[in-house]
């Protein structure tokens, strides 16, 4: 009979942390294998996963890989979700396929949080969350993010969603489903490329200690969902509004010419929207993951205590 620890097998240096009461943080995949080009994107999870060892927390970065969830990863395993072109883009529904067939999976922030939250973890950090899509009156596309927000308890530590997104509908959908989301340092939510959306956070809470509190508070109430912690880009790494907003249209026409939809529409924007801004975009990117990191750790550390 298939048990639930049968599909999980966690790295040395994640069982160790887990035995020793050591604050991990979750790292999602789908960065890795869908969001960054190769070798950019398996140097900055090195990079992310230094930082949050140097904050005294443990990174895991989460895949399915030969029909198991791999809680941490080897710089093999790294290498390979960074090179793989057949890696499958993951989310709630399509877990059970990628470990019944023992198909190599990179997960979303959706499928990080659920395979998190398995394996005991309150921390996630990624680079920004998916929403709702522009246009999403006619075609109906809202990441599964936003529904595993409301039913999974873990912190997602963020540069608020990604600006490809139509923000205000994103921040509607989630007040609806009763998620909450904290800003840290500023009072509104962030806009992933830019620091401020223009529109307001539910909450501010700039120390890990009161962030901690307030998600103890939240789940100890039996409010099982979990929470976004917005933490704006660092000013001198964020991108002009006026550019990124214009680089952000122009590829939403060319997806919409080249009728790109589903889960290809983020990667190819994403891509297109490096090379529209001749890398400026992915150097942003890359500067918003590694802050993320640092606030990160220190919420894990901080729940851990509280």
Avoid at 87 to 109: C, E, H, N, Y
Avoid at 114 to 128: K, P
Avoid at 231 to 250: K, T
Avoid at 253 to 282: F, H, M, N, W
Wanted: overall charge negative; some cysteine.
């Amino acid at each position: 009979m298939l048990k639930l620890e049968h599909l999980i097998e966690w790295s040395p240096e994640a069982a160790q942390a887990r035995l020793n009461r050591t604050p991990i943080v979750a790292l999602e995949s789908t960065i890795i294998s869908h969001g960054m080009p190769y070798p950019q994107n398996v140097q900055t999870a090195r990079e992310v996963e230094a930082i949050i060892r140097a904050q005294g927390a443990v990174p895991a970065t989460i895949a399915v890989l030969d029909g198991k969830i791999r809680i941490g990863l080897d710089d093999a395993q790294l290498e390979l979700l960074g090179r793989s072109p057949d890696a499958m883009k993951l989310s709630r529904r399509d877990l059970p396929f990628a470990l019944s067939t023992g198909r190599i999976g990179a997960t979303t922030v959706a499928a990080t949080m659920i395979c998190a939250h398995l394996a005991g973890i309150e921390v996630f950090v990624t680079g920004g969350i998916g929403g709702v899509h522009r246009g999403a009156e006619t075609s109906f596309d809202i990441s599964a993010d936003l529904q595993e927000l409301s039913r999974t308890p873990v912190a997602v530590v963020c540069a608020g969603a990604k600006s490809i997104l139509d923000l205000a509908l994103t921040l509607e959908y989630l007040e609806t489903h009763g998620v909450p989301v904290v800003s840290v340092g500023q009072d509104n939510f962030a806009a992933f490329y830019t620091r401020d959306s223009g529109l307001k956070a539910d909450f501010r809470l700039d120390s890990p200690a009161e962030q901690a509190r307030f998600l103890r508070t939240q789940w100890t109430l039996g409010l099982n969902g979990g929470a976004v912690i917005s933490n704006p880009v660092p000013a001198d790494q964020a991108m002009d509004p006026v550019l990124i907003d214009g680089y952000i249209r122009q590829a939403l026409t060319e997806a919409t010419e080249q009728d790109i939809s589903g889960k290809s529409v983020t990667p190819y924007l994403l891509a297109r929207i490096k090379a529209l801004s001749e890398g400026a975009s992915l150097a942003t990117n890359i500067a918003l993951v590694k802050h993320n990191a640092v606030v990160g750790a220190e919420l894990a550390k901080a729940l851990s205590a509280a």
